[in-house]
């Protein structure tokens, strides 16, 4: 009696939860498998923007002067705040200027001659816009970000009350054949049922990491420790010593796939680059920080391997919710499980019309 009123209970929960948080679901679930492969088929769709011929006996032109020429490109109103500087032969460099709610541009560069290679505006770029509804479904950081966060808790409820609605009383093969199974012949009803249930179940523990690991960002619970180290603002000189900088970051030892070069928003703000030693697993990077006026190397992070428990599983955190953790099988079963996620909310809803 206990467990068939307890069950009641938890039946109407994942009923209303699910009403309540459905097309929010089915809308984050979709844009996460249209993402999950973004890397690599910007690779094809966007390769003469990535991709440029090496001249014959060419050299990188410096960094300063690349800078120069992608800043006059996006005018002095537009500060650049970051850029990405890729380590293979024949890859542009990346230049990144945002202010939110006001301008995302890009510029790409042929870091062997300095030409121009492709001025995006962000904000209308397919993958952004993807990235954009799954994150705050275009509705701004405050709004948006609060109606994914609750959201997505209601989906980690609704997985746990769907297991514990889908658990049997007795485990019999009869059981087996039933609820591990879908009936393809099966007339629409009884489809739709199966297809919610058991896929729901196939699913169950890599939607529960994918959603865990979304709250993680959600609740702001994988920041890193701010540590406080500030340039040295009396050695103040006329130009940035990005050059040296970057020679310094060559004399370290490390093969790098590509570094995230942050230029500082204030006078005493410092130059930080995270030098990421795998093109797939952001978790391999080794974080440094510069004085912005003298290049001296302020701060030098700890690779993954030296980090604590607790700070490796922070930065394993992206790799898992996107599934890059493991290459391209573990981001196949991210895109199946969001494609899976989507469904639920519609074969979900369908189950509670034909009750009616």
């Known amino acids: 009696m206990f467990r068939t009123g307890f069950k ?12 309540l948080s459905g097309l929010v ?30 001249p014959h006996g060419a050299e990188k032109q410096s ?33 990144r200027a945002y202010k939110a709610d006001k301008y995302f541009e890009k510029v790409y560069l042929n870091p ?7 001025h995006e505006d962000a904000n209308k770029e397919f993958f952004n816009v993807v990235l954009s509804i799954h994150r705050t479904l275009l509705l701004g950081d405050v709004v948006g970000h609060f109606i994914i966060r609750w959201s997505v808790v209601c989906f980690v409820i609704l997985l746990l009350s769907g297991i514990i609605l889908w658990w049997p009383k007795k485990w019999k093969m009869s059981f087996w054949k039933q609820k591990l199974k ?14 919610h249930q058991v896929f729901g179940f196939y699913a169950f523990l890599i939607l529960l990491i994918i959603s865990l690991t979304g ?27 990005n050059d040296l900088i970057i020679a310094k970051m060559k ?3 490390i093969k790098p796939a590509y570094l995230l070069y942050n230029l500082p928003n204030t006078k005493s703000g410092t130059v930080n680059v995270s030098a990421y030693l795998d093109p797939q697993r952001i978790h391999q990077k080794i974080q440094y920080r510069f004085d912005r006026y003298s290049g001296k190397l302020l701060l030098e992070g700890k690779p993954f391997s030296s980090l604590s428990a607790l700070d490796k599983a922070k930065a394993l955190n992206y790799d898992l919710h996107t599934g890059s953790i493991f290459g391209f099988w573990s981001k196949l079963l991210v895109f199946i499980a969001g494609l899976i996620t989507a469904s639920l909310p519609i074969t979900g809803f369908c189950i509670w019309l034909w009750r009616k």
């Open 182 to 195: 879908v009936k393809w012949e099966a007339k629409a009803k009884r489809l739709n049922y199966d297809l």
């Open 63 to 95: 960094f300063n002067q690349l800078l120069f020429v992608a800043q006059k490109k996006l005018g002095k109103d537009k500060k650049i705040s970051r850029v990405e500087i890729q380590q293979s032969p024949g890859r542009t460099y990346m230049f």
């Open 112 to 118: 062997y001659t300095a030409q121009i290679v492709f």
């Open 25 to 54: 679901v089915f809308v984050i679930g979709l844009t996460g498998a249209i993402y999950s492969f973004s890397d690599e088929l910007k690779a094809v769709v966007y390769h003469n923007r990535l991709y440029v011929d090496i």
């Open 8 to 19: 009641k209970i938890i039946y109407q929960l994942h009923l209303w939860l699910g009403l």
């Open 215 to 241: 709250l993680m960002w959600s609740f702001d619970l994988v920041a890193d420790k701010k540590v406080k180290v500030f340039s040295d603002t009396t050695s103040l000189i006329s130009v940035a010593p």
């Open 251 to 253: 004399s370290l030892g």
